[in-house]
């Protein structure tokens, strides 16, 4: 048996490939690398095969793939500012992207495939009220929930195949590219600039360490046994003001914070329920931000020189 992970060279995935290596399991990459993160030539130089190739073609990701293999799907364009400026390219990353891995999965005869969503396809709500009630808000989420249809119609047209579906909260920790806030601002505030924030930084977001997201991940991809619907994240949430006051006054910053016009569109607040994999699974997180976060600054405080020229 042999453990695929696309986007595996990226922040979620190399964490998953970490944790799968360390259980002696067979693990292959498929990923084109866009970010050229410090994280994929840790990676790559793991025990791992790696298919340097992009998950839209359809042909390709069919020659990769093996009957016996269990496909963990990461890949994606992650970011809202990113889709905002790329509307079109993140809809192809994302929904051409999850469409080509699941057709290749039904020729090639693989009968197990996890896919990584997001909480956001629920739109800015504190609770969820039905799984299948969707309620996009920007180019990210909208393409992420019209991936999730797909998924769905699969579901339907193959019973054969178990594919889960796993929604979660902003993913954070060490190794994560400089769009996100925390890695960010880590970066702007070691480097003595100022963080940007928008609007009056007053929306909620609710943040997991990234290494329980992994284990999550692993266990669906390990245990499942049925196409379902799961969800993993925090109860604890943290306005972008607080997140940068939290990583200011870590630094010992002064006079770091300006604020910019706001997105277009930028959700209050995302629910959090991993209820239903408490009871499946067991599965919970271990660990909070206020834990994580100073680990996480230290680790860009040591990877500072590969990052100081692309913020």
Not at 87 to 110: D, E, R, Y
Not at 158 to 167: D, Q
Not at 223 to 244: M, P, R, V, W
């Given at each position: ?14 964490h998953?490939?970490?944790?799968l ?44 793939l093996?009957?016996?293999d ?41 009968k ?33 929930a ?9 579901k ?26 925390i ?29 329980d ?50 997105r ?10 991993s ?37």
């Amino acid at each position: 048996m042999r453990y695929v992970i696309t986007g595996g060279c990226g922040f979620i995935g190399s964490h998953v490939v970490q944790l799968l290596k360390s259980k002696g399991k067979k693990v292959a990459i498929i990923d084109k690398i866009t970010n050229r993160k410090l994280i994929d030539q840790k990676t790559l130089l793991q025990n791992v095969q790696h298919f340097y190739m992009d998950i839209s073609d359809p042909e390709l990701m069919e020659k990769a793939l093996l009957p016996e293999d269990i496909v963990i799907h990461l890949a994606a364009q992650s970011h809202v500012d990113v889709s905002f400026r790329n509307p079109v390219q993140t809809t192809v990353s994302n929904v051409v992207g999850i469409h080509s891995v699941l057709a290749a999965c039904v020729k090639k005869g693989v009968k197990k495939i996890v896919v990584m969503s997001t909480d956001e396809v629920y739109g800015s709500t504190e609770q969820i009220v039905d799984v299948n009630l969707l309620n996009p808000a920007n180019p990210y989420s909208a393409s992420k929930a019209a991936a999730d249809m797909i998924v769905s119609a699969y579901k339907t047209m193959h019973p054969e195949i178990t594919i889960t579906t796993l929604r979660s909260n902003n993913i954070a920790g060490p190794g994560q590219f400089i769009n996100n806030i925390i890695p960010r601002f880590s970066v702007l505030g070691l480097l003595k600039k100022k963080f940007t924030l928008h609007g009056d930084g007053s929306a909620m977001r609710r943040y997991l360490w990234v290494k329980d997201a992994a284990e999550a991940i692993w266990l669906l991809a390990e245990q499942a046994t049925k196409s379902q619907i799961y969800h993993i994240g925090h109860e604890d949430k943290f306005s972008n003001l607080e997140i940068a006051e939290k990583i200011g006054k870590y630094l010992g910053l002064k006079d770091y914070i300006s604020f910019e016009k706001d997105r277009l569109i930028n959700d209050t607040i995302y629910p959090a329920d991993s209820s239903d994999m408490l009871r499946d699974f067991r599965w919970q997180p271990t660990r909070n931000l206020d834990d994580f976060l100073p680990e996480t600054i230290e680790w860009y405080r040591e990877n500072l020189d590969h990052f100081r020229h692309q913020i």
